[in-house]
């Protein structure tokens, strides 16, 4: 005995996400990892499964450091001597100073508390 089904034109069906009826024909079913689930959802509701879900299913090599690095022989003192930002606190009007150029002052003071 063989068993049919009845096809899907014209049945209606429930999103599992909104609750909303539609066509079954338009429900789609979810999918997580690339597997799908139970779950039928409407078109709005449905979301695609994020690539950033199957973190370890492919290897990732992304070097970050260079092995036994090398300076370039004719680089300047100068020029590694560099006041990051634009006119900080202590440095000359002109230009770019040296590094001494910037100095940190600081103080602390007392703080009364009273009910």
């Known amino acids: 005995m063989s068993m049919t089904f009845v096809s899907e034109k014209k049945a209606l069906g429930i999103c599992d996400r909104c609750g909303q009826r539609h ?4 429900l789609k079913f979810e999918t997580v990892k690339q597997r799908r689930t139970s779950l039928r959802t409407c078109p709005t509701c449905y979301d695609k499964d994020h690539p950033q879900l ?5 290897p990732i090599n992304d070097p970050q450091a260079l092995r036994n690095p090398r300076s ?3 680089e300047r003192v100068e020029s590694r001597d ?4 634009w006119s900080p606190v202590g ?3 002109t230009g770019y100073g040296p590094a001494s150029a910037l100095q940190a002052t600081g103080g602390v003071g007392s703080v009364t508390v009273t009910a």
């Open 54 to 58: 199957m973190l370890g299913t492919f």
């Open 23 to 26: 066509k079954l024909k338009d």
């Open 72 to 74: 370039d022989a004719n």
């Open 91 to 93: 440095m000359p009007a």
């Open 82 to 85: 560099t006041q990051w930002g």
